[in-house]
């Protein structure tokens, strides 16, 4: 048997496989290095630093779905909330129709989307295609206050959901 591989214009030698051999190393450690406690927390500049981040649908998601009788499903490409699967009451929006970051998007009573677009601008708009219809958006990239998202989650179900279910909330968030 030849130690080349014979192909139309080329050979080239092989050479034959080696066995695998692990080796492990013995390391010595110093006596100073078998301490009993941790180390100290670093502080300061180059100390690790984690803050979790929590994927705001994840928790727009918990807001909606526990509330009755609420299901999630796609609506035009975004995740939308609904109640009893028929009327949509909340739809979370990232990054389209002039919005750079994350929004949601909620039926408000009468008068509130004026008062709250002109009190906080940086944090509320006018969604298209639904403001008109007095819904609010709600940018979730400012730093949102998550009970403020939560009750405004809140007041869009009970706007869109059936007297049975807004009651059944009211009984359930009132004090025992």
Same mark, same amino acid.
Not at 101 to 120: L, R
Not at 151 to 159: F, G, S, W
């Given at each position: 048997?030849?130690? %080349? @591989?014979?192909?139309? =214009? ?35 500049? !180059? ?9 705001? %649908? ?6 909606? %779905?526990?509330?009755?009788? +609420?299901? =999630?499903? %796609? ?7 609904? @109640? ?9 929006? *990232? ?7 994350? +929004? &949601? ?8 989307? !004026? ?20 819904? &609010? !958006? ?9 009970? *403020? @998202? +939560?009750?405004? &989650? ?23």
């Amino acid at each position: 048997m030849s130690n %080349l @591989v014979h192909g139309p =214009e080329v050979e080239v030698p092989v050479r034959p496989a080696e066995p695998l051999t692990v080796r492990r190393r013995q390391i010595e450690r110093p006596a100073s290095a078998t301490c009993t406690r941790p180390p100290e927390p670093r502080v300061g500049v !180059g100390a690790p630093f984690y803050t979790p981040v929590v994927d705001p %649908l994840t928790r727009v998601r918990k807001a909606c %779905l526990r509330l009755p009788e +609420t299901g =999630e499903r %796609l609506s035009h490409g975004a995740p939308t909330f609904f @109640v009893r699967a028929k009327t949509s009451f909340a739809k979370y929006v *990232e990054g389209s129709h002039n919005e750079a970051g994350p +929004t &949601i998007w909620c039926p408000a009573p009468p008068g509130v989307q !004026g008062e709250v677009v002109d009190a906080e601008p940086h944090r509320f708009f006018v969604p298209p295609y639904v403001g008109p219809s007095g819904w &609010i !958006g709600v940018r979730l990239d400012v730093d949102p206050d998550w009970a *403020e @998202v +939560t009750a405004i &989650i809140r007041d869009a179900y009970r706007m869109k959901a059936p007297k049975k279910l807004s009651a059944q909330l009211d009984r359930a968030e009132r004090p025992a």
